[in-house]
């Protein structure tokens, strides 16, 4: 008996998942919690464990394919006793072709005059294929206000000619395209619905196909800027007497508490309590109202060389700075391993990327939907800056915070950020203590 392997929920509000890469081919035996199957998830790729020991009977969705929370991705045969057998050679038994999924017979959400006419004028054989829509892809057209004579200009490139998510998402860029280019008065010589021809390469250039982490995270951030209306706030911080604190007394912090305590893990502190603060920073809009976030959840971004994995310190706030700088350690080094599970990259509220390692002065972040906001530390530069009546040499950063325009205002976005300022500057420990 065959028993299914199904997509996990990957963190809230994530609806969908991309299979990886598969650790295990059919006919192997697979052990209670040993990795099955890498996940892609918003950002980040983690290694789903089996929930039980078995032989893996049948891979029901490929590498690459995009699939909704709960649907079925693996077969697996037998219990534990069954697996030990699996060492003897033996033939796997075929397992049961699924049913077809039904066919979705509701008809599509109630929708503004605007779609009502586009359904009028749908062409004949439109509504038989709107009922062969999966619940996906007519979740994501109801988002988009998408009536069936729109639906009817996409060619479906999955089974029996179904329309796919992706069909959906690569006509709305296009769509899109379409749109800037007539507005810019450029009409373009031949639109074919949904279809925008790339542009022409030549001999030295090289194509290089998108990996699944890199498309998740072209997918996440286009939804991000689509549905999120982002602004900006940025205020400088005089870090002098942190940074010096810190040189000063790193190595002996290193020897004491077995951690290189980071200027990171000082303003993860130090943002925590901003949030404690200002609950409307730690929350997510929805179409009932703004859900406050009780947990606070604190992703770190983590750049790796195909991208930046966010893992998640939970809650941040009770954490003193020693606590935190282990933990973000900790995290970032499962990340450039590939090591990160399920738990390391779930539940996040609010979200700190940092490209001041790297140089930058000044920010935009992309907001990691659906949360609220994100904050922006830029590098510490040394520069020269009025204090009282002279100009001293000072430690400056830019600090800045991309927010949700729906949830809050200017006024607290920077309200946030002079917290987070006051506590960064205020910094006066008692001896050789690292703490905030």
């Known amino acids: 008996m065959s028993t299914e392997i199904k997509m996990p929920q990957l963190g809230e509000s994530v609806h969908e998942g991309t299979v990886g890469k598969w650790l295990k081919h059919p006919g192997e035996r697979v052990a209670k919690y040993e990795p099955l199957v890498e996940v892609i998830t918003d950002k980040v790729n983690v290694e789903m464990p089996s929930p039980f020991a078995g032989v893996l009977d049948k891979i029901l969705v490929q590498e690459g394919q995009t699939v909704a929370v709960g649907t079925p991705i693996a077969l697996i045969a037998g219990s534990a006793a069954d697996a030990g057998a699996a060492a003897a050679p ?45 619940p996906l892809v007519r979740r994501l057209a109801d988002e988009h206000q998408m009536g069936l004579e729109e639906l009817s200009k996409i060619t479906g490139s999955g089974e029996g000619g179904r329309i796919t998510k992706e069909d959906v998402l690569r006509y709305l860029g296009s769509r899109d395209a379409l749109r800037y280019l007539g507005n810019q008065g450029a009409a373009p010589a031949a639109a074919h619905a949904g279809v925008v021809s790339p542009p022409a390469a030549i001999a030295e250039d090289q194509l290089h196909p998108l990996s699944a982490i890199r498309r998740t995270i072209a997918e996440r951030m286009t ?15 005089d870090m002098t007497a942190l940074v010096r604190h810190r040189e000063a007394h790193k190595a002996a912090w290193q020897a004491r508490e077995a951690v290189n305590i980071s200027i990171t893990a000082f303003i993860v502190r130090a943002a925590a309590r901003a949030l404690r603060a200002f609950p409307m920073v730690n929350a997510t809009f929805t179409p009932d109202g703004i859900l406050y976030k009780h947990a606070i959840h604190f992703g770190v971004g983590v750049a790796i060389p195909d991208g930046l994995i966010v893992p998640v310190v939970k809650h941040a706030d009770q954490k003193s700075v020693v606590t935190l700088a282990r933990e973000i350690a900790a995290l970032a080094a499962r990340a450039r391993e590939g090591k990160l599970t399920l738990e ?7 979200t700190l990327t940092n490209p001041g390692v790297f ?54 976005a920077v309200q946030f950020l002079v917290h987070i300022k006051r506590q960064l500057e205020g ?10």
């Open 90 to 134: 033996r033939t796997v038994p075929a397992a049961p072709t699924p049913a077809p999924a039904p066919a979705v017979t509701a008809p599509l959400p109630a929708a503004p005059s605007a779609r009502d006419a586009g359904r009028a004028s749908a062409p004949a054989g439109a509504e038989a294929r709107a009922a062969r829509l999966s």
């Open 223 to 237: 939804r991000s800027t689509r549905e999120i209306p982002h602004a900006y706030g940025i205020v400088e911080v």
């Open 344 to 350: 390391d990259v779930s539940g996040g509220t609010f």
């Open 359 to 412: 140089g930058s002065i000044t920010s935009m972040p992309i907001i990691n939907y659906p949360q609220a906001a994100i904050l922006v530390t830029d590098a510490i530069v040394a520069r020269p800056v009025v204090v009282g009546e002279g100009i001293a040499i000072r430690e400056m950063m830019n600090l800045g915070l991309a927010f949700d325009h729906r949830i809050f205002d200017g006024a607290v």
């Open 427 to 436: 910094f006066a420990p008692a001896g050789d203590s690292p703490e905030l």
